[in-house]
């Protein structure tokens, strides 16, 4: 019975590196700023999960604002939710978990996508026309 490879066998280590740039985050710098970034698997792995981890970090501060925003309206007239807070730290375990999945993919050694991390990345940071 054989077995069956990734169709690129990437060493170890980059496979790691590009797993712990998705679980983590902290680890894209190092990948970004160094010469890390120039091998096809680690530099487009690192570049996608610090664009999902900046876009995550939106997503948690518009849950944030809009969480203080409701206590504040809501705060006038005397009503409060107690528990609303909860909601951005459920936010934060949900995209935890996701990026968990993509660092599992890369650890692989696949490559692929996110579909709206690449669509940010193309409105945003380069323009393709």
């Known amino acids: 019975m054989t077995q069956l490879k990734p169709h690129y066998d990437y060493p170890e280590a980059d496979r790691r590196l590009a797993a712990a740039c ?8 190092y990948c970004i700023l160094t010469a890390k970034r120039f091998t096809r698997f680690v530099g487009g792995h690192a570049t996608q999960a610090f664009l999902m981890w900046i876009l995550m970090l939106l997503y ?3 849950v944030r604002i809009g969480v203080n925003l409701i206590w504040w309206l809501f705060g006038l007239i005397g009503f409060f939710f107690p528990y609303l807070s909860f909601l951005s730290f459920g936010l934060c375990f949900v ?5 968990v ?5 890369a650890y692989k050694g696949e490559t692929f996508e996110i ?8 409105k945003f940071i380069w ?3």
Do not use: M, Q
């Open 60 to 62: 948690w501060l518009a």
């Open 101 to 105: 999945k993509y660092g599992i993919r």
């Open 115 to 122: 579909d709206r991390v690449r669509n940010f990345g193309e």
């Open 95 to 99: 995209a935890w978990i996701y990026a």
């Open 127 to 129: 323009k393709t026309e």
């Open 22 to 29: 998705y679980i983590f985050g902290v680890p894209t710098l």
